[in-house]
């Protein structure tokens, strides 16, 4: 599926309405470039899940947990990560198999680790359609 969002605003809705149906189990890869809304993306996924806190991008703890919501979300930015063996050390696969939703920024660093059925969230600028544009592209591991 494919969207496309022409503000912050807009690319947080679109992380809310998803955050409002994933189900406990869900791992969600975010992918794309520096600075085109990944985390933006990530706080309407908690906003939809029923976080209220402040969400912000984990980048030096690697993972962020919040359990106020309707299920626990495990935010990941593994930016990084050098090695995906790394992802042991913190014990990966409480989170990725466990009871709640994981969103991982910068999934691609650790692709081998990630089930087939993930979501695949890709969101791509095109600064000839405007600043606040995004295209947004939602792979539901391999439905539609």
Same mark, same amino acid.
């Given at each position: 599926?494919?969207?496309?969002?022409?503000?912050? %605003?807009?690319?947080?809705?679109?992380?809310?309405?998803?955050?409002?149906?994933?189900?406990?189990?869900?791992?969600?890869?975010?992918?794309?470039?520096?600075?085109?809304?990944?985390?933006? @993306?990530?706080?309407?996924?908690?906003?939809?899940?029923?976080?209220?806190?402040?969400?912000?991008?984990? *980048?030096?703890?690697?993972?962020? %947990?919040?359990?106020?919501?309707?299920?626990?979300?495990?935010?990941?930015?593994?930016?990084?990560?050098?090695?995906? %063996?790394?992802?042991?050390?913190? !014990?990966?696969? +409480?989170? @990725?198999?466990?009871?709640?939703?994981?969103?991982? %920024?910068?999934?691609?660093?650790?692709?081998?680790?990630?089930?087939?059925?993930?979501?695949?969230? *890709?969101?791509?600028?095109?600064?000839?359609? !405007?600043?606040?544009?995004?295209?947004? *592209?939602?792979?539901? !591991? !391999? +439905?539609?």
């Amino acid at each position: 599926m494919v969207v496309e969002s022409n503000s912050a %605003e807009e690319t947080f809705h679109y992380g809310q309405l998803l955050g409002e149906k994933v189900p406990a189990g869900t791992i969600v890869c975010l992918n794309g470039d520096l600075g085109v809304g990944k985390t933006v @993306f990530a706080k309407g996924v908690a906003r939809g899940l029923g976080v209220s806190e402040p969400v912000s991008s984990p *980048t030096f703890t690697i993972v962020q %947990e919040y359990r106020e919501g309707r299920i626990p979300l495990y935010h990941f930015d593994v930016y990084r990560i050098e090695d995906p %063996e790394e992802m042991y050390e913190i !014990g990966y696969e +409480e989170y @990725f198999f466990g009871d709640g939703v994981c969103l991982i %920024e910068w999934a691609e660093q650790i692709r081998e680790l990630i089930p087939a059925s993930a979501v695949s969230v *890709t969101i791509e600028k095109d600064v000839d359609k !405007g600043l606040g544009y995004r295209r947004i *592209t939602m792979d539901f !591991g !391999g +439905e539609e």
